[in-house]
Structures are given as structure tokens and as C-alpha cells.
């Protein structure tokens, strides 16, 4: 009865102690034996673009001047000559082109206090910093995963193609003399021709990863207490894939032309080709990618404890991957093809005489291709890692462990192919034809002909590649 009665009396003891003695702190109410606190930061950011660009110009013309008067069988062909001027412009112009922008950012920050009058103790969960006795230090871990993924691919196509025909052709078939012009000329037009094809095609791409991680731990604990736990984990990863193509094509066939026919009859008497023919003709194709990748990561940890007898040393870890391929390709073409005919061709078949009549024609004809491919890739990676523990321990301490890890790595492969092509082809000449009857007589080829024709072709890679790391502790 005895034994019962004290064990009573012990239970009602029990039940009127406060919590706090017997759990060792109650939130907001550290005590001796806490456990330290728990802080856990995940961020993943992903991104992908894809994006595609296509244009095309196309430009055709013909352009047809002319003087043909037909007599078949019968009659003279007289008079009638070409003094038409015919100026012709046509062009094509294409651009295709992608611009993409990504920027990650990402900031954690994680702070356990200490209960010192300078950072008050949190009120929550049991036994953080700030507890008497036998406190167990702050538990922090912080992961950032960054990934970017740009695919760009930009085309472009311009076309011009252009036919200018500017002829005095009278025809005479069985009957008759063809006798050309007022003043005994032929073709005096003046043609002038202007043929163009530019193609562009472009491909921008800025990527921007950035993260910081803080961390801060700090203790007021005096006996017995537990080092401040650290985690750090970053992984940026960047990929960027472009494509540029570019193409530009001219065609330009240009004919000023002063030709009488005759077939089985008459003369050709007089009817010179003094016209004046400009030809101009370009193409110009131009292909380029820039790429600007940029990551940055800085990693901070900070523990300290006020801690003076039996104090266990901070474990401090950090840990930085940083990856970057850039993949850029750029192809450029331009081709220019002319072929300017400027003549003078009288034909007489099986009958008659081929009088006078000389090729004075004064013919420019200028004609080049321009192509230029290039890559710009700029790719900067940053890290910086600082730790630093500190302890006031006087007795039994125990020391702070710190690592650091950082990880870089960056691959740019460029690619830049140019090429340009300018054929010409200049035909100036006097050239009367007689078949089987008939003389041919005077015509002088006192032509001026200038011939301009160039081709350029550039292709070039700019990759700069700049990777940092500093690493620092202290302990």
C-alpha cells in the first residue's frame, strides 16, 4: 500500500514539471540537447527555343524592244530604224533571321541565426542555435539545376533573273532590198539593263544562366555543440545549335542587236549598229551566326560558433558543374551570270549585195558576285567558391571540414564556307552573212567594249572561349 501510494505521488510530480525539463526545449524555447535546424533549397529551370526562319525573293523580267517590220514575197523593205531607248531595273531581295534571348537566374539564400543579441534565435523547431547544452548544429543544402537548349536555323534565297532584248530586225523573204534607216543607220538604241540579287540570312543567340547560393550558419551554444552542416550544388548547362544559309543568283542576258534578213532577194544597202548597251549585273549573299553564352556561378558558405568547450568543427561542401557546346554553321553563295550581245549581223541568202554598215556600238557590261560566311562565339564561365568556418572554442574542438569542387567544360565548333562565281560572256561584233550570190563590201567593227567582271569570297570564325574559377577558404 505503501509502494502505491509513492508511486501516486511520483506521477503527479511528473505531470506538474514543465514540458521544457523533461523534452530538453519546446519551440521558441531552446534548451540543453537541441537539434539544430533543417534548411533545404531545390530549383530546376529549364528552357528550350526553337525557332526558324525562311525567306525567298524571286524576281523575273523580260523586257522587249524591238523594231521587226516582215515582207514576204513582195515589195521593199526601206527606212525604219531603232532609235528606242529601253531601260530595264529588276531585283530581288531576301532575309531570314532569328533572334533568341534566355537568361536563367536563380538565388538562394539560406540564414541560421545564432542567439546572440545580433541574430535572435529562431522560434521554431526544437533545440536551434541558441540552446544551452549539447546543441546540434544547423542543417543547410541548397541544389540549382540551370538547362538551356537554342536551336536556330535561319534560309534565305534571292533570285533575279532578267532578259532585255533591244533589236531592229527587218525581215525580206523572196522579193525586194532592205534598206535601212533615214540616215542610212540601223540600230541606234540605247539600252540599259540593271540586274541584282541579295540574300542575307542571320542567326543571334544570348544565353544567360546565373546563380548564387548563400549560406549562413551561426551558434551561441556553450557546451557540447554540434557543427553547422553545408551543402552546395549548382549544374548550368547551356547548348546552342545554328544554322545560317544563304544563296543569291543573278541571270542577266542582255541583246541589242541590228540584224536584216534577206532570203532569195534584193540588197542590203547601209544600216550600221551604233547603239549603246550598259549591262550591270550582281549578286550578293551573305550568311552569320553569333552566339554569346554566358554562366555564372557564385557559392558562398559561412559558419560560426560561439561555442567554448566540446565543440564539433563545421562541415562545409560546394560542388559547381558548368557545361557549354556551341555548334554554329554559316554557307554563303552568290553567283552572277551575264552575257551581253551587242551585233551588228546583215544575212543575204542566194541573192543581192551586202552594202556599208559598220558595228560602232559602244557596249559596258559589269559583272560580280559577293559572298561572305562567318561565325561569332563568345562563351564566358564563371565560379566562385568561398568558405569560411570560424569557432571562439576554447577546449576540445573539434575542426572544420571543407570541400570544393568546380567542374568546367565548354566545346565551340564553327564551320564558315564561302563562295562566290562570276561568269561573263561579251559578244561585240560585225558579222554580214552572204550565201551563195552577192558581194560583201566596207563595215568596219569600231566597237568599244569594257568588260568588268570580279568575284569575292570570305568566310571567317571568331570563337573566344574565357573560363574563371576562384576558389577560397578559410578555416
Known sequence: MRAKLIALVVTLLAMAVPATAMAGGTPGSPGGGAGGIGQAQQSSQWAATLQAAVSQAQAGQNAVNSNAPVNVAGGDVKGGSN?????????????????????QKNDQSQNAGSGDSKSPAPKSGYGQPGGSAGSGGAGQAQGSSQW???????????????????ANVPVNIAGGDIK????????????TAVNGAASGAGNNADTTQKNDQSQSAGSSCLIGCGGAGQAQLSDQKSATGQ??????????????????VNVAGGDITGGSNSAKQTALNGAASGAGNNSDTKQTNDQSQSA???CLIGCGGAGQAQLSSQNALTLQAALSSATANQNAVNANVPVNVAGGDITGGSNSASQTAGNGALSGAGNNADTTQK????????????????G???AQINQQGSLTAQLAASCATALQNLVNSNAPVNTAGGDIKGGNN????????????????????????GQGQSG
Open 148 to 166: 538551356s537548349a537554342t536551336l536556330q536555323a535561319a534560309k534565305s534565297d534571292a533570285n533575279a533573273n532578267q532578259n532585255t532584248v533591244n
Open 446 to 469: 569600231t566597237a568599244s567594249q569594257i568588260g568588268l567582271n570580279g568575284a569575292l569570297s570570305g568566310a571567317g570564325n571568331n570563337a573566344g572561349t574565357t573560363q574563371n574559377g
Open 383 to 398: 565560379n566562385d567558391q568561398s568558405q569560411s568556418a570560424g569557432s571562439s572554442c576554447l577546449i576540445g574542438c573539434g
Open 180 to 191: 535601212g534607216g533615214a540616215k542610212g543607220d540601223g540600230n541606234s538604241a540605247d539600252q
Open 243 to 260: 544554322l545560317a544559309d544563304s544563296n543569291a543568283n543573278a541571270d542577266q542576258n542582255t541583246v541589242n542587236a541590228n540584224v536584216p
Open 304 to 306: 560560426g560558433s560561439s
Open 400 to 402: 572544420s571540414g571543407q
Open 83 to 103: 532609235t528606242a531607248s529601253q531601260t530595264a531595273g529588276n531585283g530581288a531581295l531576301s532575309g531570314a533571321g532569328n533572334n533568341a534571348d534566355t537568361t
